[in-house]
């Protein structure tokens, strides 16, 4: 089946009539349902496969009753390095955009209680769970700098927003988008600042080109993950350009540099890491990701990407997998107050994906409600579900391939 069903987790006594294969044998366009909400790597899942190492002697006449102390060395060498070669699966949470209007300032300077008042009802869980979380900054961080007379829309946010948003459970953030420059060029270099102040890993923006271009690894060992940002907006209402935003060799900006991009994947990749890119484009308020999206993310495939992740569009956007990979084309919002969004852009979802030994395995929908105040989870599950495999079918009809296909669960060691 392909991604246009819309189960994405089932039981165990389903999973076992659907049939079972090796996570590592899962690739797009297939992917790996949850069994029971779990997938393999977490607690409580239900299939797994155990090494088990052994040593008989190797003529029927000679027996130990305890092993020598040099072979049972042996045996927890080989254990272990068969371990450390082998990484378990981990989660990758990836979220839409961020801003947090000024009458919430308040909230990010409040701890715990004031992140558990900007995201309710579960929100901060689905970033605290997973093994690591990212999302897109959408606002520079300071109080520094004029309105940038060019721009429609202007966002900004507090000191200290960089430590908030850590404490949230995000663990690096795209700063890559065509909001970076809304208070000039004071209030960029202010953010970069914050940034680094709380030690949050940034991607897509820096103090020059080749910053702004630079990979970032996430993790040790052959589990890691290594992202790259990118961001290729199109010229707004007022005149303002992604051209005036990038990087140069002595300026500050945004990665807008698609060669730079594609060098820092490509190197990424021969690293061994997985490669994930945070790109921010497209066109604004539709479901439907556009020509400029599909093409420039299947060349971020071709180079080396696993997942490519999108933002820009402020609404949900299908999957589609290509050469092994996944392309998520827009998050939507996901934290967004202090502004009147259309309600076509309320309803969002965390994506959770389901990472190992370099690839893309399963998928997960996670809905939430991106409202004036704050955001909450959306309890719509099923719903949110179906319609986010409608999002995915609606991309395999319209360019005539398929997506996903789904197997009912998956075993690792």
Same mark, same amino acid.
């Given at each position: 089946?392909?991604?246009?069903?819309?189960?994405?987790?089932?039981?165990?006594?389903?999973?076992?009539? &659907?049939?079972?294969?090796?996570?590592?044998?899962?690739?797009?366009?297939?992917?790996?349902? *949850?069994?029971?909400?779990?997938?393999?790597?977490?607690?409580?899942?239900?299939?797994?496969?155990?090494?088990?190492?052994?040593?008989?002697?190797? !003529?029927?006449?000679?027996?130990?009753?305890?092993?020598? +102390? !040099?072979?049972?060395?042996?045996?927890?060498?080989?254990?272990?390095?068969?371990? *450390?070669?082998?990484?378990?699966?981990?989660?990758?949470?990836?979220?839409?955009?961020?801003?947090?209007?000024e009458a919430q300032w308040p909230l990010l300077a409040q701890g715990e209680a004031g992140l558990a008042s900007l995201l309710q009802g579960g929100v901060l869980d689905l970033l605290r769970k997973p093994d690591v979380a990212v999302a897109n900054l959408e606002a520079p961080i300071s109080v520094r700098g004029n309105p940038n007379p060019r721009k429609r829309f202007q966002?900004?946010?507090?000191?200290?927003?960089?430590?908030?948003?850590?404490?949230?459970?995000?663990?690096?953030?795209?700063?890559?988008?065509?909001? @970076?420059?809304?208070?000039?060029?004071?209030?960029?270099?202010?953010?970069? #600042? #914050?940034?680094?102040?709380?030690?949050?890993? &940034?991607?897509?923006?820096?103090?020059?080109?080749? =910053?702004?271009?630079?990979?970032?690894?996430?993790?040790?060992?052959?589990?890691?993950?290594?992202?790259?940002?990118?961001?290729?907006?199109?010229?707004?209402?007022?005149?303002?350009?992604?051209? =005036?935003?990038?990087?140069?060799?002595? +300026?500050?900006?945004?990665?807008?540099?698609?060669?730079?991009? &594609?060098?820092?994947? %490509?190197?990424?990749?021969?690293?061994?890491? !997985?490669?994930?890119?945070?790109?921010?484009?497209?066109?604004?308020?539709?479901?439907?990701?556009?020509?400029?999206?599909?093409?420039?993310?299947?060349?971020?495939?071709?180079?080396?990407?696993?997942?490519?992740?999108?933002?820009?569009?402020?609404?949900?956007?299908? %999957?589609?997998?290509?050469?092994?990979?996944?392309?998520?084309?827009?998050? @939507?919002?996901?934290?967004?107050?202090?502004?009147?969004?259309?309600? =076509?852009?309320?309803?969002?979802?965390?994506?959770?994906?389901?990472?190992?030994?370099? +690839?893309?395995?399963?998928? &997960?929908?996670?809905?939430?409600?991106? $409202?004036?105040?704050?955001? !909450?989870?959306?309890? $719509?599950?099923?719903?949110?579900?179906?319609?986010?495999? +409608?999002? %995915?079918?609606?991309?395999?009809?319209?360019?005539?391939?398929?997506?996903? *296909?789904?197997?009912?669960?998956?075993?690792?060691?």
């Amino acid at each position: 089946m392909d991604i246009a069903d819309d189960r994405f987790s089932v039981s165990q006594r389903m999973a076992e009539e &659907m049939g079972l294969l090796p996570l590592e044998s899962i690739v797009a366009p297939r992917r790996a349902l *949850s069994v029971d909400g779990t997938w393999p790597g977490q607690p409580g899942y239900p299939f797994a496969q155990r090494l088990s190492l052994s040593a008989r002697p190797s !003529t029927s006449g000679h027996a130990y009753k305890t092993l020598p +102390k !040099t072979i049972l060395k042996w045996l927890e060498a080989a254990a272990g390095a068969s371990a *450390s070669g082998d990484p378990r699966p981990l989660v990758l949470a990836v979220a839409g955009d961020i801003q947090v209007g000024e009458a919430q300032w308040p909230l990010l300077a409040q701890g715990e209680a004031g992140l558990a008042s900007l995201l309710q009802g579960g929100v901060l869980d689905l970033l605290r769970k997973p093994d690591v979380a990212v999302a897109n900054l959408e606002a520079p961080i300071s109080v520094r700098g004029n309105p940038n007379p060019r721009k429609r829309f202007q966002f900004r946010m507090p000191p200290g927003s960089s430590t908030a948003l850590a404490k949230a459970g995000l663990d690096l953030l795209l700063f890559g988008n065509n909001h @970076g420059f809304d208070f000039g060029d004071e209030a960029f270099a202010d953010t970069l #600042d #914050d940034l680094d102040g709380a030690a949050m890993p &940034m991607v897509g923006a820096g103090r020059n080109l080749q =910053e702004a271009a630079a990979a970032r690894f996430v993790g040790t060992g052959p589990g890691r993950l290594a992202f790259v940002g990118y961001t290729f907006f199109p010229d707004e209402r007022l005149g303002f350009t992604a051209a =005036e935003a990038a990087a140069g060799p002595d +300026k500050a900006g945004v990665s807008a540099n698609e060669a730079a991009a &594609m060098a820092a994947v %490509c190197s990424a990749a021969a690293t061994g890491a !997985t490669v994930v890119v945070l790109a921010h484009g497209g066109s604004e308020y539709v479901r439907t990701p556009s020509t400029a999206a599909r093409l420039l993310y299947g060349r971020f495939v071709d180079a080396g990407a696993a997942l490519v992740a999108g933002s820009h569009p402020h609404l949900l956007q299908g %999957c589609e997998a290509r050469s092994g990979s996944i392309i998520a084309y827009s998050l @939507g919002n996901f934290l967004f107050t202090g502004e009147a969004e259309p309600p =076509e852009a309320w309803k969002g979802a965390v994506l959770d994906f389901l990472m190992y030994r370099g +690839k893309v395995r399963g998928l &997960m929908v996670r809905p939430i409600i991106a $409202g004036y105040d704050f955001t !909450t989870t959306d309890p $719509g599950q099923d719903a949110a579900e179906k319609g986010f495999a +409608k999002l %995915c079918a609606e991309i395999a009809e319209r360019h005539g391939r398929h997506q996903f *296909s789904s197997v009912g669960g998956a075993s690792t060691r």
